[in-house]
């Protein structure tokens, strides 16, 4: 059975993902620029991993962003 989401982990996941969308990028491609699985990326985006602070950043740079524009609080 699938982790539970989390509100806050399934609105940075969003964003990672509309962010990504809006680059035209796989989740794969984003996967490799950030050196995580392909598989990794998409549990981020649907809320059910946690990220830390030090993933986020990594994320943010790949998605040529700050790590504040893929936190809505």
């Known amino acids: 059975m699938p982790a539970p989401q989390q509100p806050a982990n399934k609105r940075v996941g969003e964003m990672i993902r509309r ?3 809006a680059l035209g990028l796989t989740q794969a ?3 490799e620029r950030v050196s995580r699985h ?9 809320g059910v991993n946690n ?5 986020l950043e990594r994320f943010a740079k790949a998605l040529g ?3 504040k524009s893929l936190v809505p609080f």
């Open 19 to 21: 962010r990504r969308i």
């Open 29 to 31: 491609q984003l996967a």
């Open 38 to 46: 392909d598989t990794y990326v998409g549990m981020i985006e649907r």
């Open 51 to 55: 990220i830390s602070m030090n993933t």
């Open 65 to 67: 962003t700050s790590a």
